[in-house]
């Protein structure tokens, strides 16, 4: 079982978001602030489309310590929401 103190010091050092707008096979990159790529994730957080939301089908990835990759495979159009949190 854990405890608490086990936990001292974590948390969310760093909490960035935004959204892009993805069409079919559409790919780019988003800038973001220096993180720790050994400490930080990206989550891809829905969005919103013309017709069902999978139809845009994005994929976020962390590719380095200030950019964030994003591709769509989908046929549909739409605005897709992300966010990277970096962890102490």
């Not at 930080?40 to 380095?64: C, H, K, M, Q, W």
């Not at 591709?71 to 970096?86: D, K, N, P």
């Amino acid at each position: 079982m854990s405890t608490l103190s086990q936990f001292s010091g974590g948390g969310i050092k760093s909490n960035q978001f935004g959204s892009v707008s993805v069409g079919p096979g559409s790919s780019g990159t988003i800038p973001i602030s220096s993180v720790d790529t050994s400490k930080a994730f990206v989550i891809y957080e829905g969005g919103t489309a013309g017709s069902a939301i999978d139809a845009i089908s994005p994929r976020f990835t962390l590719t380095n310590s200030t950019t964030v990759t994003y591709s769509s495979t989908g046929t549909g159009s739409g605005t897709a929401y992300w966010r990277v949190i970096e962890l102490y």
